[in-house]
């Protein structure tokens, strides 16, 4: 395809901020850093301001090619100091795929990289793949996955640009342009849509990243409260949390509500076993709590001389796995469970070995990329030393039924007030 016969196949977009024709399929780029440019995002329906992109593309290249976001819609970008945002897809003889700014790379290095194998180009061209690219200013992401649908499991590249590293997001707010380019080697395209990015973050429905605030989440379980020393303990594994490369992907649970989430009851899509018959979604939260709290009563009575000496067993970036110190209180876990589910009629929505969990943090953004899976290593590493050496063993008691608003925080029952949803 030539420039202009390519230029003739652009179509006005279609509705959804997304651009996709019938009759826009393949760019053939030659060889040689060629470059076309592909899109104004601003010109894309419900696309209110730069700084938001998305292009997926289908290709059976077996040599690299690269995709940018910019701010001008000057090509070729290669060699100019033109601020942009690239990915490409093949570097170093197909050993990696990667990201970072401008073309070349500043230092001529990426700021992330995988060698994830299908974020790769194929070894056979009879078999194509599928790639997405998006860049969202809004919770400062730049990502890049495999098939068509951008979600947090097809994430092979994720970049938060809210560290100390403060000229990225401001370099990338501005980003209104999307273009291609071929390596050294001719390629063809296939451009399957280009439109606004869609959240990426894992805890969806539960926590926004936009406001970096958890959302309405309630249930009710049986919990266990941590003691105060073992409380500032695990605050020390969040400030080496929020002191490391990848804190900008996680968020941190209150330490007031530490604790072993041990015996999980009624979440929002469980209400139903509670009265059978009766809809879920008509059903008040404050009844629900006040039902479950009556069939616990004999369970909660026995609760100042219910006690589990608990030891550490392991950690990573956001939970603490605990175990028992002895066999005797394995034992007295599995009755007191055997009692919960006796009294409630309601299954454990935990199993046996998240019963014995602690979470400090939760993972916002998948971490994927080679330096993030290292800083991510090293990081478990610190948390497991801290807990090893300074754990012993903490002698959880008096278990508590719990009611949640969030989905990290709660309130003892019944001193919380009743609330529908």
């Known amino acids: 395809l030539s420039s202009s016969s390519s230029s003739r196949r652009r179509r006005s977009t279609s509705k959804g901020a997304t651009l996709m ?20 995002i ?45 990915f490409v897809v093949g570097k170093r003889k197909n050993s990696m795929t990667s990201v970072g700014i401008g073309s ?113 989440w309630q249930g009710n379980s049986v919990a266990f409260e941590v003691d105060a020393v073992h409380r500032n303990l695990i605050q020390k594994a969040q400030k080496l949390l929020t002191a490391s490369p990848i804190a900008p992907y996680y968020g941190l649970v209150e330490p007031a509500c530490f604790c072993v989430n041990a015996y999980r009851l009624l979440d929002p899509l469980r209400r139903s076993e509670l009265f059978p018959g009766e809809d879920a979604d008509d059903l008040d939260w404050g009844k629900c709590h006040d039902e479950v709290h009556k069939r616990l009563m004999p369970v909660l009575q026995s609760a100042p001389w219910t006690y589990w000496p608990l030891r550490f067993e392991k950690a990573d970036c956001t939970t603490l796995t605990l175990a028992p110190a002895s066999v005797g209180c394995s034992h007295a876990v599995s009755e007191w469970a055997r009692a919960v589910r006796g009294a409630t009629a309601l299954r454990n929505n935990a199993t046996n070995r998240e019963m014995l969990t602690l979470s400090f943090a939760f993972e916002v953004f998948p971490v994927e990329g080679e330096n993030a899976a290292q800083a991510r290593r090293d990081l478990v590493r610190e948390i497991s030393g801290l807990f090893e050496k300074e754990w012993g063993v903490m002698e959880f008691r008096c278990p508590i039924m719990v009611a949640w ?6 309130t003892t029952y019944p001193l919380v007030s009743n609330t529908s949803s």
């Open 21 to 40: 024709n019938s009759d826009w399929h393949w760019i053939n780029l030659p060889g040689g850093h060629k470059e076309e440019l592909l899109a104004d």
């Open 42 to 86: 601003c010109e894309l329906e419900g696309a209110a301001s730069t700084g938001r992109a998305c292009l997926v593309v289908q290709t059976n290249a077996t040599s690299s090619f690269h995709v940018s976001f910019s701010h001008s819609s000057d090509v070729p970008i290669r060699g100019t100091d033109q601020p942009n945002l690239r």
């Open 104 to 216: 070349p790379y500043l230092n001529k290095e990426p700021i992330e990289f995988t060698k994830s194998l299908d974020a790769l180009l194929t070894d056979d061209p009879e078999k194509s793949r599928c790639y997405w690219f998006l860049y969202d200013k809004t919770v400062g992401v730049a990502a890049m996955g495999v098939q068509t649908s951008p979600q947090p499991d097809l994430c092979r590249l994720v970049c938060r640009f809210r560290d100390a590293v403060g000229f990225r997001a401001e370099l990338c707010e501005g980003i209104r342009y999307i273009s291609v380019s071929s390596g050294k080697m001719p390629v063809s395209l296939r451009i399957v849509s280009i439109g606004t990015p869609p959240d990426v973050s894992i805890p969806r429905h539960r926590f926004d990243p936009l406001t970096w605030c958890s959302l309405q």
């Open 405 to 410: 608003e969030t989905h990290t925080r709660y």
